[in-house]
């Protein structure tokens, strides 16, 4: 059933599931393309606090590379959260299962790294990173969207310690998030998830596979995944390192931060076509350093 809302014009449906429909439509005062999210309250009844959180949310992030929240309307038994579109596609169908060139890599995971430190330092966890919820555009420009599940800490640290409401997409949870090590899910756990994404961009696959819940879960607790170098030799040893940080089963091990992602990232970027890695010994590297 197509949505109908006063102002804006409808152009297609995007994807749609039990709850939720997602069209692409244009405001019509001044021909903006917009992103309409049509949730059924009937379905949910909670739905709708839900979302009007998930706006107050994205409103508070008013940061280049996030998608922005327009409004909030209703229309009939649905309840419209109405955002900017993004131009181009999401990461999954950008790379279409296959990696990455090691310069294309570099340009998009410092755009992630360097969105995300500006999220976290308002001190929102996103909660859910994955390639599908990673925009790029046709110039190459990032944007990070789906906010649903992300919390803000200082105000909602209750939620990610209720085991019923931690969530996300399992195969790219941290070990915390999925509720079996009794860590609390912080910063990290982002950073966690995006090792999985950037994993992901560079050798076509997955860290970890499984055939099951269960198994996802326990290989995401006790399973090392194969460095990344293993699978694709033309890798530099330190790209490799730096991911295998960013997917350590603790925590502590990981980086700390995305700034500190971020310096090592832009410090590799730097030093790609250098024959070698690795041999800066007049450099001081970042304490979250790999190598």
């Known amino acids: 059933m197509e949505v109908s809302l006063d102002g804006y014009r409808v152009e297609r449906l995007i994807r749609s599931s039990a709850t939720t429909r997602v069209w692409q439509a244009l405001r019509e005062q001044d021909g903006q393309a917009v992103v309409i999210k049509a949730f059924s309250t009937n379905a949910d009844p909670g739905l709708e606090a839900r979302v009007e959180r998930e706006f107050e949310l994205i409103r508070r992030l008013e940061l280049p590379g996030i998608v922005r929240a327009l409004a909030l309307e209703h229309a ?7 955002l900017e579109a993004h131009p181009g596609t999401n990461l999954s169908q950008h790379t279409q299962g296959r990696p990455l060139a090691i310069d294309a890599f570099f340009a998009i995971a410092c755009q992630i790294a360097t969105i995300l430190a500006a999220v976290h330092e308002q ?35 209750d939620q990610i310690h209720d085991q019923a409401l931690l969530s996300g997409t399992l195969p790219y949870m941290s070990p915390e998030q999925t509720g079996r090590t009794g860590r609390e899910v912080d910063f990290r756990s982002d950073l966690y998830s995006l090792g999985v994404t950037f994993y992901e961009l560079l050798t ?55 700034r500190g992602l971020l310096h090592d990232l832009e410090q590799l970027r730097a030093r790609a076509g250098q024959s070698r890695l690795g041999d800066g010994d007049d450099e001081d590297g970042d304490e979250d350093a790999p190598f």
């Open 76 to 82: 009939g038994s649905d309840f419209l959260l109405i």
């Open 123 to 157: 001190r929102v966890i996103h909660r859910d990173l994955k390639p599908t919820n990673i925009l790029i555009d046709g110039e190459g420009r990032v944007a990070i969207a789906d906010f649903g599940i992300s919390v803000v800490v200082e105000n909602e640290r």
């Open 204 to 258: 076509g696959r997955r860290p970890l596979q499984g055939q099951s819940s269960l198994e996802l879960i326990h290989a995401h607790l006790a399973r090392r995944p194969t460095p990344p170098e293993q699978l694709r030799p033309e890798l530099p040893g330190a790209l490799s390192q730096l991911l295998m940080k960013l997917l350590e089963k603790a925590p502590e091990r990981r980086y700390q931060t995305a």
